[in-house]
């Protein structure tokens, strides 16, 4: 009995070694992208990213957390506006502060979570005109620790922030081509 459990116990220590020098070999940086056609200007699109409250109300990262608490601190709009939130497992902690600004094409934030894993990441909106409509991409960018990449072998991340992404994208369409 107690041969089995000790090959057993170096097995699982094999797969585990096996699986972070694995994943270690993964990038050190990720970038997750989505783009979507806006039947709209870039300014009307541009307020409704450059005031987070607007953006609350289209962006979907909020909506598994009817009871979020969300704190806004700094100017209503641009640079320096920032908010904090608390939510369930679902939603986690952390704060978003908008870092530049060039109206009307690009809103840049600082994505600093807390829970439900420590991460700080930059997020960009780009809006560029195209004919009758503009085309707005949304990006996240960041570092990628060891533990984020081990992460990444059994998660796909683009696929999941990415659905996020087009869903907020498509509420943004809705709202702007009102």
């Known amino acids: 009995m107690f041969d089995i459990l000790l090959y057993s116990a170096i ?4 797969i585990i070694v096996a699986l972070f020098a694995y994943a270690s070999k993964k ?20 307020s409704l990213i450059a005031n987070l409250r607007s953006m609350n109300a289209w962006s979907p990262f909020a909506d598994p957390d009817p009871n979020i608490k969300i704190t806004y601190s700094g100017p209503e709009s641009g640079v320096g506006s920032a908010h904090t939130w608390v ?13 530049d600004v060039q109206a009307p094409n690009k809103v840049a934030l600082r994505l600093q979570m807390v829970k439900p894993m420590r991460a700080d ?24 620790p060891l533990l984020a990449k081990v992460m990444t072998l059994f998660m796909d991340c683009d696929k999941m922030v990415g659905s996020q992404f087009e869903k907020g994208l498509a509420n943004l369409k809705a709202m702007a081509e009102r």
């Open 87 to 99: 939510g369930n497992s679902k939603v986690g902690e952390g704060r978003i502060e908008i870092t």
């Open 11 to 14: 097995a699982l220590a094999v």
């Open 27 to 46: 990038p050190d940086t990720f970038a997750i992208y989505r783009s979507a056609n806006i039947a709209a200007p870039p300014e009307r699109i541009f």
């Open 121 to 144: 990441n930059q997020v960009e909106f780009t809006l560029q005109p195209n004919s009758n409509a503009t085309n707005v991409t949304w990006r996240m960018s960041g570092k990628q």
